[in-house]
């Protein structure tokens, strides 16, 4: 899941002592590394829509979905460059 909106200014090592959560790592971006204001976390058991930090506040959560493998030279997916046969 991810968690949505969560301020760069915040540590994420709060969300880890939830008693259903498993594992979190703050989002970046793909080109600079930059962090962003997701983070990616484990879940165990059923899921909340969102999660309530007390003080630090509640925040929403969505399905991770992670793009699929393209490789931009010949614009197709599920490969990349060393398994590309098209010039």
Request: a positive charge; charged letters at 30%.
């Amino acid at each position: 899941m991810v968690l949505l909106r969560y301020p760069l200014e915040l540590p994420v090592e709060v969300i880890i002592k939830l008693p259903k959560v498993t594992k979190e790592e703050r989002c970046v971006t793909s080109q600079n590394k930059a962090q962003t204001r997701q983070v990616l976390v484990d879940i165990k058991g059923t899921v909340p829509e969102e999660v309530d930090l007390g003080n630090w506040g509640t925040y929403k959560l969505r399905p991770f979905v992670p793009e699929p493998l393209r490789y931009y030279k010949c614009q197709e997916f599920e490969h990349h460059q060393s398994r590309c046969h098209k010039k």
